[in-house]
């Protein structure tokens, strides 16, 4: 099919925009990860390896260990969240889902980071959430929610949330509820149901929701250090540390060079799965 001069134009300039504020950058920051640090200069331009090689010492691995971590379980915390709610949206009125998912879209109206500081004001010690417990005789003193490890997942959860419910209610809107009616009339109970028919089906839509979730967690710090303290340092924590705190830019390059690897094989493992199963 013959494209029009309009949408040349379009497919050419996007493409522009790609190369110059995200290819270019990334082939920058891939360069500067090959040199080394000056005493007076960021980067000195004597090719080495060794900003890769250091990234390998226990200290820097535990970092990459506790941010999968922090990663894998708000993906799972908001896998089990949102499943039910995707469900409920997929199978609700059609005069009732454009309201729920405006509730859903609402959210990416409002800068993460303001949202962040909106929760500080529920979680603090005299936040909304003690004043309401204290109000009502639950608890006798206030509640230590800032600062804590919890604080941090509730952050992350609230803020990437959005992304896990949209992927799965797109899949689990496509299955045909006559394959869970013949199942029950068939006998097969709840979790038959939800096992046999529902997961299989919507598949596509939890890995989507689950890449969409974790590749963020992994390298959003500013959660972490508003939330819980920066009582643990985290993979980009660590990396704005050395870019901006120590100035050892080379090193974290490599840093983001290797988050940047792991993120692109954990999308070429998806493209590999989503191939596979068309095939």
Do not use: H
């Amino acid at each position: 099919m013959r494209l029009s001069r309009f949408a040349r134009f379009s497919i050419a300039l996007l493409f522009f925009w790609i190369v110059l504020f995200a290819f270019l950058p990334q082939i920058m920051v891939l360069i500067a990860s090959l040199f080394s640090k000056g005493a007076t200069s960021f980067i000195v331009f004597e090719p080495t390896v060794s900003n890769y090689t250091r990234l390998f010492d226990p200290i820097y691995l535990q970092i990459f260990v506790d941010s999968l971590v922090l990663a894998g379980v708000t993906t799972l915390l908001c896998l089990l969240i949102a499943f039910p709610f995707a469900a409920i949206l997929a199978r609700s009125p059609k005069a009732w889902r454009a309201l729920l998912l405006v509730l859903v879209i609402i959210p990416f109206w409002t800068s993460s980071l303001v949202r962040t500081y909106a929760l500080i004001a529920l979680l603090k010690t005299k936040g909304l959430i003690n004043a309401a417990l204290l109000s009502l005789g639950l608890i006798e003193a206030p509640l230590e929610l800032m600062y804590t490890q919890s604080a941090v997942f509730i952050g992350m959860v609230y803020t990437l949330l959005p992304f896990m419910i949209l992927p799965l209610y797109a899949a689990l809107e496509k299955i045909d509820p006559r394959l869970i009616e013949a199942a029950s009339d068939l006998g097969a109970g709840f979790w038959s149901r939800l096992t046999r028919i529902t997961i299989p089906l919507s598949l596509s839509g939890i890995i989507a929701g689950c890449m969409l979730v974790f590749l963020p967690a992994l390298g959003m710090f500013y959660i972490p250090d508003l939330l819980g303290g920066a009582k643990n340092l985290i993979i980009g924590s660590f990396i704005r540390n050395q870019f901006l705190t120590f100035r050892d830019w080379p090193f974290g390059a490599a840093a983001s060079m290797l988050l940047t690897f792991m993120m692109l094989m954990l999308v070429a493992l998806y493209a590999y799965r989503e191939r596979k199963a068309g095939a």
